[in-house]
């Protein structure tokens, strides 16, 4: 059963290597992808426009998955 559910996953899952500082997700776009942390960090971040400033708030780690849940599923714009 694992190697079925392993060939049907392999169909879906592209493995892509992204450099520092991407943009993987913004407010307002509609997400089409769940993103797995294989290594290193990503950091989500909100940014105020009066001060110029970005505030860290959250933090994924390797083997984390990322992914608007709620806006994936019903393939709405994120607010996040």
Do not use: C
């Amino acid at each position: 059963a694992r190697e079925k559910l392993t060939e049907l996953l392999s169909k879906f899952v592209k493995t892509n290597k992204y450099k520092n500082k991407l943009l993987l997700q913004q407010a307002g776009m509609v997400p089409d992808r769940i993103y797995f942390v294989e290594q290193g960090i990503v950091r989500g971040y909100t940014y105020d426009t009066d001060t110029e400033k970005e505030k860290t708030i959250s933090l994924w780690p390797g083997s984390s998955l990322i992914v608007d849940p709620n806006s994936f599923i019903h393939q709405l714009e994120s607010d996040l």
